[in-house]
């Protein structure tokens, strides 16, 4: 379980990662956009990137496991 974890949380860091690398300016451009979003949109954001997050573990653990 703890291995799964620790290579989940890997994984989450070289994806996170990708787009700072590829595009810096880009990035920081989004950034700057979101400090200016209210809290409402951001905890939108939040909980939709938890439930899609929530399917894929579902989906890959119902596949293989």
Sequence with gaps: ???DLL???GLL???EG???FLN???VRQTLLQ????NDRI????GLGSMVFGLIVLYLV???AG
């Excluded at 979101?34 to 979003?37: G, L, M, N, P, S």
């Excluded at 951001?42 to 954001?45: K, M």
């Design 7 to 9: 290579a989940a949380l």
């Design 61 to 63: 653990r119902g596949i």
């Design 13 to 15: 860091f070289v994806l």
């Design 24 to 26: 810096p300016n880009g």
């Design 42 to 45: 951001l905890r939108l954001a």
């Design 1 to 3: 379980m703890w291995g």
């Design 18 to 20: 990708i787009f700072p």
């Design 34 to 37: 979101i400090t200016k979003a």
